[in-house]
């Protein structure tokens, strides 16, 4: 095993460790306020970092 070989290995170990400690995506957007219902455009999951807040309290 060549110095190449150690580090390709190395990058395996280091990216399946980043992998399982990296966290969940959450909810997919459904167009308007996961929390508080208002329209959203598409991709956005909340309105504002208040109801993102309040909703992760209630989720926990």
Known sequence: MD??????E???QDRDIALHQRKPEG??????CLYCEDPLPPGK?????AC???W????K
């Open 27 to 32: 909810p997919a957007a459904t167009g308007q």
């Open 56 to 59: 992760e309290f209630i989720q």
């Open 3 to 8: 110095i190449s070989d150690k580090a390709t």
């Open 10 to 12: 190395r990058e395996e």
């Open 52 to 54: 993102r807040d309040d």
């Open 45 to 49: 999951r909340w309105c504002c970092t």
